[in-house]
């Protein structure tokens, strides 16, 4: 296909298969290049494309969420991400959750099924010259990344991020736990394993005494807080977990009639409802200490383990500076970054990266002008934050915080979050119906 504009892509996680997709719906053919299935992080097991390696959520679908407008804002912009993930939902009370194979395998099926489009399984270690966009993640192999860093201004940094375990469905003692949603939303689509005051406390001091797998250069300091393994949670106070993952608000026991003290939820993670992950337990303790500690926990006493908490360390780019709105690195001729290792954090922001990356690649290449997404928007307010100065950058996960607020003043949060939602998804359909 000589006649038509060629662009490449490194990296088939959501943020290269999110800027492929873009491409090639605006007629750019794609070369997409990934070390899989040749070569795999520790983190990565499935040759698959867009692989979830932590957790099966795509947290909240609610407009009146942050990430709720996002996902909405990447819909009406055909996002393939997102597609696939209503595709692949499983039941999850107001969160978009998926079956893991599912989500991956309709992604890799529509990309490698696309005539434009190029599958090169290698490793790159070569920086690219232009019309590129660099997508290969915080896992980023040593040797890219070591060409990476090893550019002028660009200041790659780390931090360490932990996957929860996952139990499989029928050891789960049901005679202890129990199935309901917060607040009743959803269909019960949540397993609840309730802990009265002495199991929890229980609970509690075994996981401080656990022993811990070493990390190499592991430090509290640079764990990202939307990861925070458990156990460096707990450390921070006795009520620390009672007030974050294992928060018993909303929530009756059936068996008792009251609220517990203390609740593990656990989530459907696959489509067949035979795995279930751990909310909010990423962890890197030792396997024999997960089976002994989280077995404390009522109705997992017998749980088997179809996968282990693991920790593993993540790279991102001290991206202000760096980058521009575009997510083009400044001063290149169309080289751009997406996905975690800009410094947005989560599935959805990876991908939403990927998308804006990948839109303006393609205008650019079709010799068109080019969008700047508003910062009243959840993409805009993304790239607004990857591209300007921040003495103190960390990765961010989108919030209502990083959207521009309302010129008005409306009571009440959900009304006023569900404002900014209507007006962002009035701009973003301005621009979809442009481009």
């Known amino acids: 296909m000589p006649n038509k504009p060629r662009a490449t892509v490194i990296g088939a996680g959501l943020a290269g298969c999110e800027a492929a ?39 909240s679908d609610r407009l ?24 692949a939902r499983v039941p999850a009370g107001g969160a978009l959750a998926v079956d893991r194979d599912q ?9 490698l099924s696309h005539p434009l489009l190029t599958f090169t399984p290698d490793e790159v270690t070569e920086f690219p010259a232009r019309d590129t966009i660099i997508a290969t993640g915080p896992l980023t192999s040593e040797a890219f990344s070591e060409t990476i860093q090893s550019l002028p201004q660009v200041g790659v940094l780390h931090f360490y991020d932990a996957a929860a375990p996952i139990v499989t469905r029928e050891s789960i003692d049901m005679t202890r736990a129990f199935k309901a949603s917060r607040y009743g939303r959803g269909d019960d689509d949540y397993i609840n394993c309730p802990m009265d005051e002495a199991e929890y406390r229980a609970f509690y001091d075994a996981l401080l005494t656990a022993q811990t797998a070493p990390v190499h250069g592991f430090e509290e300091s640079r764990v990202f807080e939307g990861c925070m393994p458990v156990e460096s949670l707990a450390r921070r106070g006795d009520m620390a977990l009672a007030f974050g993952p294992l928060k018993p608000v909303g929530l009756t026991n059936p068996h008792t009639g009251r609220r517990p003290y203390a609740v593990l939820q656990l989530r459907r993670d696959d489509a067949s409802d ?12 030792m396997f024999p200490e997960q089976r002994r500690v989280f077995g404390m926990i009522p109705g997992l006493e017998q749980a088997e383990f179809a996968r282990y908490g693991v920790m593993h360390r993540n790279t991102f780019l001290n991206s202000p500076g760096l980058l521009d709105n575009q997510y083009m690195m400044k001063g290149s001729d169309g080289v751009y970054f997406a996905g ?3 410094g947005v954090e989560g599935y959805v922001e990876s991908a939403a990266s990927g998308l804006q990356a990948g839109l303006s ?15 009243a928007t959840g993409m805009g307010a993304l790239a607004r934050y990857v591209s300007t100065h921040n003495r103190n950058f960390q990765p961010m996960h989108v919030s209502f915080g990083l959207i521009d607020p309302l010129p008005e003043r409306v009571r009440g949060k959900e009304q006023r979050y569900l404002k900014v939602a209507e007006r962002a998804l009035a701009l973003i359909d301005n621009i979809a119906q442009a481009n």
């Open 21 to 59: 997709w873009q491409l090639l719906r605006r007629g750019v053919a794609v070369t997409l290049r990934d070390m899989k299935p040749g070569k795999k992080s520790p983190a990565h097991a499935s040759d698959l494309f867009a692989e979830l390696v932590c957790s099966n959520s795509l947290r």
């Open 64 to 87: 009146q969420n942050a990430v709720g407008l996002l996902k909405e804002e990447m819909r009406r912009l055909d996002s393939l991400v997102i597609r696939a993930a209503d595709q």
């Open 103 to 111: 989500f991956s395998g309709f992604i890799t099926k529509e990309l």
């Open 361 to 375: 690649l393609a205008n650019r290449l079709l010799g068109r002008q080019q969008v700047t997404f508003p910062s």
């Open 274 to 285: 035979s795995l279930y992950n751990l909310v909010g337990f990423q962890t890197r303790l």
């Open 340 to 342: 975690q290792m800009t």
